[in-house]
C-alpha cells in the first residue's frame, strides 16, 4: 500500500500531468491551427472543386441530414467575400428498384437558383458516362425527370413555346384564400400552340372589396417595391415572352431575379400558370373549369354557389375551401400532405375516375402495350424513372412521381441516354434527393 | 474455514505497486490523451469517455455478480475504468454510444469476465472490443471528425453516430498538425505529443515494461519502407514515416497496449519479440485491412501469444540446466 507521502507525490505528479499536457494542447492547436484549416480547404477544394468552384466551404450539420440516409455529407460553398454560392453534396445513392446498384456522387447546386454546377462519380469508368449527363443538365433546375423519347422538345430554350397546348381560354384559381382574404387565379389564352394572353390577379372573398389590381393601384393593398398591379403585368409579359413558367428562374423563396421590378413572390403565378399549361393540354377550357368548381362547391357545400351568393360578377367562385383541405389535399399512406390537387383532378375524382396521384400506390408495371416498348428499354420502367407519360386527360403529369417527389414539381425533364442508363437514373436520383434535402433544410415552400 | 472468515489479500505481498496503483497510475497517464480529446472534439468526447468507463465498470461489477465469483471490492483495482478509459480513447469521436457499449460488453464480457476477471484476461480487452465493434459494425466507426470548437457542443452524433466517412489521408498534414493532433483522428490516440507525455509518466512511475513498445516502434521504423511498397506500391522509401508514426495510432498502442503488464510478455526477450512480430504484422496488414483493424489485431496477436513465449523463452534460458527448480533469473 502507498503512504500518505507517497500519494501526494503521485496526486502532485497526475495534477502536473493534467496541467502540462492542457498548456500543450491549447497551445499546439494555436500554432497548428492555421495550417489545419488551410490544409482543410485544400483537401475541399481538390474533392468538391470540379462540382462547385468555390473559394472556401464549410459543412454543413442539422437533424434533417439523417433524414436522408443517402446523403453522407453537406457542405455550403462560399466566395471570395464570403457571400454563400451553393451546396455540394457527398452521397451514396441506390436504385430504387435494385438496392445492390449504388454510386457514389458528388453534386453541387447553386445557392441562388438551385441550378446544377457540377456532378462527378468515385468510379472513374462510371465518371466518363457521366459526362453527358453532366453537359445535358448543367445549368439546369432541380429536380429532374426523364422525358420520353417521343415527346418532342427543342433543345435551344429561348422562347419556344411549351409543346402540346390547345387554343383556347384556360383558367384556374386557388382553392383557398391568402392573409388578405384574396383568391388568386390566372387566365392564359392560348393560339397557335402559344400563350398570347395572360392575367394575374385576385377577388376578394368579400364581394364588395375590389380586386387586387385595383385595390394596389388605390392604395388599399400595398406591398414593398412597385404596386402589385404593375409586378403582375411585368410577370405576365415575361410569361408571354419566355412561353414557360419554368424559365421564370423561381427561386427558392419563390421570387425570381431575372424580371426588372418583380419582387414579390411568384410562386401562386406559376403554380396557376402550370395549371392553366395542363388545362390547355388536357383540353379542359375556362368553362368546364368554372362548372366544375361549382360543382365541387356545391357537392362538398351541399346547396349551389349562386343560393349561397359567393359568385362574384365576374362569375368566378369567391370562396376559400380552406375548412374542407381534404376536397384539395393529397394524402401519402401516413396521412401526411402531400400536394394540392387540382380542380380537374377533383373533378375527375368526383366523376369516380381514381387518379393515381390521388390514391399513392406503387406504380404497376408497364403493360405489354406498344407503347411501353420504350420504357422497357431500361431495367427500371414505370413511374418511378420520372418518364412523363402523354397528355391525355386521364394520364396528368401528376399522376406520376419521381424518387418520392410529385411530378408537378419537377423542373427539368433530360432523355435518357441509351448506353449508361443506369449511371443517369442515379445521378437524377442524387440530384433530386438533394432537392429534397435543400427543401427541408431551408423550409422551401413549394 | 469458516463461511464467515475475511477473504483477505496474501499477507506476504508487500509492494507499493499493487493493481490499484498500477492502473491508477495508468488512469493519470491517460489523461492527457483525455484532455486533448475533450478539447479538440468537445462535449460528445467526453460523454464518451465517461460513459465507457462507467458501463465498463458496471458491466465488470454485475456479470461478476450473476457468476457469483467475486469478492468484496474486486473492482476497486480500477481496471475497469482503465479500460473503458483507454477504449474510449481509440474511439473516432462521433461514434454512437450503441457501438461504444457494444465495444464495452465485448471488451468486458468476453475478453476479461470469461477468462476469469481482472489480471486473468488473455488479450487486452479495450483493444479486443475496439476490434470487434470495427469488423461487426465498420460503419460505426467512420466518425473521423475534424477537431476544433465548431462542434464542440454537438451531442447528436451520441445517437445518430456518423453519416458516414473515410479514413483520413494523413499525407496531407504538416509537421505541427501531426504533432499536435490537429487532424480527424480518435478521440485520444491522435495526439502523439501527449500519448508520449503518458508514457514518460508510466515509466517514471515504474507502471510500464518498456522492451516490447521499444522493440515494436524501432520495427516499425526499420521495416516501414516494406510497407510502403506493399501498400502503394511505391518504391522502398521513408515517404510518408513521420504522418504514419504520430497519425496512424501506433505511439498509443506503443505505449498503452504493448507496455501493459497483464497481457504482454513478462520477459524480456519475448516482450522484444512480441513487439518485432506485433509491428510486422501492422506493417502487413495495413496493405491489406482498414487501417484500424490493422492496428489493433495485431496487439490482440501477440496478446495470444504472450503466454507461449514467455514459456518458450523460460525454457529456452534453463535449456542447460539439469535442475527443475524455478528460474529466478
Redesign the interface.
Known amino acids: ?3 500518505r507521502s ?1 500519494i501526494k507525490v ?1 496526486v502532485t ?2 495534477l502536473l ?2 496541467v ?3 498548456i ?3 497551445s ?2 494555436l ?3 492555421d ?2 484549416d488551410r ?2 480547404q ?2 475541399y477544394k481538390q474533392k468538391f472543386g470540379s462540382v462547385l468552384p468555390a473559394e472556401s466551404y464549410t459543412p454543413l ?1 442539422g ?1 434533417v ?2 433524414d436522408f440516409p443517402e ?3 453537406v457542405y455550403r460553398g462560399y466566395d471570395k467575400d464570403g457571400t454563400p454560392i451553393g451546396y455540394v453534396f457527398d452521397m ?1 445513392v441506390q436504385l430504387p428498384s435494385d438496392k445492390n446498384t449504388k454510386m457514389d456522387f458528388r453534386i453541387g447546386i447553386d445557392y441562388e437558383t438551385s441550378r446544377v454546377t457540377g456532378i462527378m462519380c468515385e468510379d472513374p469508368k462510371a465518371d466518363r458516362r457521366l459526362k453527358y449527363i453532366e453537359s445535358t443538365l448543367k445549368g439546369k433546375q432541380i429536380p429532374i425527370a426523364f422525358r420520353r423519347a417521343d415527346t418532342t422538345v427543342s433543345d435551344d430554350e429561348t422562347y419556344a413555346p411549351v409543346e402540346g397546348l390547345n387554343d383556347g381560354i384556360y383558367y384556374a384559381q386557388r382553392l383557398i384564400d391568402d392573409r388578405s382574404k384574396f383568391v388568386d387565379y390566372v387566365e392564359m389564352e392560348i393560339r397557335g400552340g402559344r400563350i398570347t394572353r395572360v392575367n394575374w390577379d385576385a377577388f376578394n372573398l368579400d364581394m364588395t372589396t375590389e380586386d387586387r389590381s385595383y385595390a394596389s393601384l388605390s392604395g388599399a393593398y400595398e406591398i414593398s417595391g412597385l404596386d402589385w398591379a404593375v409586378q403582375s403585368y411585368n410577370i405576365c409579359h415575361a410569361l408571354l415572352k419566355l412561353q414557360d413558367p419554368d424559365r421564370l428562374a423561381m427561386k427558392s423563396d419563390g421570387t425570381t431575379s431575372i424580371i426588372d421590378g418583380v419582387t414579390c413572390s411568384i410562386q401562386c403565378f406559376v403554380d396557376l400558370s402550370k395549371e392553366c399549361i395542363n388545362n390547355s393540354r388536357a383540353g379542359y377550357t375556362k368553362d368546364k373549369y368554372l362548372s366544375a368548381i361549382t360543382r365541387i362547391y356545391t357537392e362538398t357545400m351541399g346547396t349551389s354557389p349562386d343560393a349561397d351568393g359567393v359568385r362574384n360578377k365576374a362569375g368566378y367562385i369567391a370562396f376559400s375551401f380552406e375548412k374542407t383541405p381534404e376536397v384539395y389535399t393529397i394524402y401519402d399512406e401516413t396521412g401526411a400532405a402531400r400536394g394540392y390537387k387540382t380542380v380537374r383532378e377533383i373533378e375527375a375524382e368526383l366523376n369516380g375516375k381514381k387518379l393515381k396521384s390521388l390514391t399513392p400506390t406503387p406504380t404497376p408495371p408497364p403493360e405489354d402495350t406498344p407503347d411501353s416498348k420504350n420504357e422497357k428499354r431500361n431495367p427500371e420502367g414505370g413511374a418511378e424513372d420520372g418518364y412523363v407519360k402523354g397528355s391525355g386527360e386521364d394520364e396528368l403529369t401528376l399522376s406520376e412521381s419521381i424518387d418520392d417527389l410529385p411530378m408537378s414539381e419537377v423542373v427539368t425533364y433530360i432523355y435518357p441516354p441509351s448506353d449508361s442508363y443506369t449511371e443517369a437514373r442515379l445521378a437524377i436520383r442524387a440530384f433530386n434527393t438533394g432537392y429534397k434535402f435543400l427543401k427541408a433544410y431551408l423550409n422551401w415552400r413549394v | 474455514m469458516s463461511r464467515k472468515e475475511k477473504k483477505t489479500l496474501a499477507p506476504f505481498i508487500h509492494t ?1 505497486k ?1 493493481a490499484p ?1 498500477i492502473y ?2 495508468l488512469i ?2 491517460m ?2 490523451c483525455a ?2 480529446g475533450a ?2 472534439y468537445g462535449l460528445r468526447a467526453i460523454v464518451l469517455i465517461l460513459f465507457c468507463m462507467v458501463t465498463f465498470t458496471l458491466s465488470d461489477i454485475i456479470f461478476t455478480k450473476i457468476a457469483g465469483r467475486g469478492g468484496r471490492g474486486e473492482y476497486f483495482d480500477l481496471s475497469s475504468a482503465a479500460s473503458g478509459l483507454m477504449l474510449a480513447l481509440v474511439l473516432p469521436p462521433d461514434t454512437s454510444l450503441i457501438a461504444a457499449l457494444a465495444a464495452v460488453l465485448f471488451g468486458s464480457i468476453v475478453t476479461k469476465q470469461i477468462f476469469g476477471g481482472p489480471g486473468s484476461n488473455l488479450v487486452n480487452p479495450a483493444a479486443a472490443g475496439r476490434l470487434f465493434v470495427s469488423l461487426v459494425m465498420p460503419s460505426s466507426l467512420l466518425g473521423y471528425a ?1 477537431g ?1 470548437t465548431e ?1 464542440w457542443f ?1 451531442l ?1 452524433t451520441l445517437i ?1 453516430g456518423s ?3 473515410e479514413f483520413h489521408d494523413y499525407t ?3 509537421f ?2 501531426l ?5 480527424p483522428g480518435m478521440i485520444g490516440a491522435a ?1 502523439a ?2 500519448v508520449l ?2 508514457g514518460f ?1 508510466l515509466v ?2 515504474g507502471s510500464i515494461r518498456t522492451y516490447a513498445p521499444i522493440a515494436y516502434l524501432v520495427t516499425l521504423t526499420v521495416f516501414f519502407p516494406l510497407s510502403n511498397v506493399l501498400e502503394r506500391g511505391k518504391g522502398f522509401g521513408y515517404e510518408g514515416y513521420v504522418a504514419f508514426m504520430l497519425a496512424s495510432g501506433v505511439v498509443f498502442v506503443a505505449v498503452f497496449m504493448l507496455g501493459d503488464l497483464t497481457t504482454m510478455p513478462s520477459r524480456f526477450s519475448a516482450g522484444f519479440f512480441a513487439g518485432m512480430v506485433c509491428a510486422i504484422l501492422t506493417l502487413v496488414l495495413r496493405a491489406f485491412l482498414r487501417p484500424d483493424t490493422a492496428l489493433f489485431a495485431p496487439v490482440l496477436s501477440v496478446n495470444f501469444m504472450s503466454f507461449v513465449l514467455d514459456f518458450l523463452m523460460k525454457t529456452l534460458s534453463r535449456r542447460n540446466l539439469r535442475s527443475r527448480e524455478v528460474d529466478v533469473r
Open positions: 500500500m502507498m503512504t507517497q503521485f505528479e497526475a500531468l493534467a502540462l499536457s492542457a500543450l494542447i491549447v499546439g492547436f500554432w497548428s491551427n495550417r489545419a490544409r482543410l485544400r483537401e450539420t437533424k441530414l439523417y446523403i453522407n455529407s451514396t | 507499493e499493487n496503483y491508477l497510475t493519470a497517464a489523461v492527457p484532455i486533448y478539447f479538440y475534424e476544433g462542434g454537438m447528436r445518430f453519416k458516414g466517412g496531407n498534414c504538416s505541427p498538425e504533432i499536435t493532433g490537429n487532424f495526439c505529443t501527449c507525455l503518458g509518466f517514471m512511475r
